[in-house]
C-alpha cells in the first residue's frame, strides 16, 4: 500500500503563495497519476489538478492559471504550487495517488 505525506500548507495573506509537497513511498510512482484535492468546511471534497503519468495537467476551473501541478519522479515526489491565493481557497488539501490518500495539510488565506 502506497503511503502519502504532505507538507507545505500554512497560512498565507490573499495573493501570497505556497508551495504543497507530496512524498510517496511506493516504488512504482511513474506509472500512476497524482492528483491534489481539497475539502472546505461543509463542503465535498474536489479535485483541484491531476498530472498523468505522461505529465499532461488538468486543473479545476476555479485554480487555472494560478496553480500548478508537477511531479519528480526521480524522488517520487509530486508538487502543487499555488500562486494569488484567495480566500476561497482555504482548504485541507489531500494528494492522491493510485487510489491512496495522505493525510491532508491545511491551507488557510487570510484576506
Known amino acids: 500500500q502506497v503511503q502519502l505525506v504532505e507538507s507545505g500548507g500554512g497560512l498565507v495573506q490573499a495573493g501570497g503563495s505556497l508551495r504543497l509537497s507530496c512524498a510517496a513511498s511506493?516504488?512504482?510512482?511513474?506509472?500512476?497519476?497524482m492528483g491534489w484535492y481539497r475539502q472546505a468546511p461543509g463542503k465535498q471534497r474536489e479535485l483541484v489538478a491531476v498530472?498523468?503519468?505522461?505529465?499532461?495537467?488538468n486543473y479545476a476551473d476555479s485554480v487555472k492559471g494560478r496553480f500548478t501541478i508537477s511531479r519528480d519522479n526521480a524522488k517520487k515526489m509530486g508538487y502543487l504550487q499555488m500562486n494569488s491565493l484567495k480566500p476561497e481557497d482555504t482548504a485541507v488539501y489531500y494528494c492522491?495517488?493510485?487510489?491512496?490518500w495522505g493525510q491532508g495539510t491545511q491551507v488557510t488565506v487570510s484576506s
Open positions: 492522491w495517488l493510485g487510489g491512496a
Open positions: 511506493r516504488t512504482i510512482f511513474s506509472t500512476h497519476a
Open positions: 498530472i498523468s503519468s505522461g505529465d499532461s495537467t
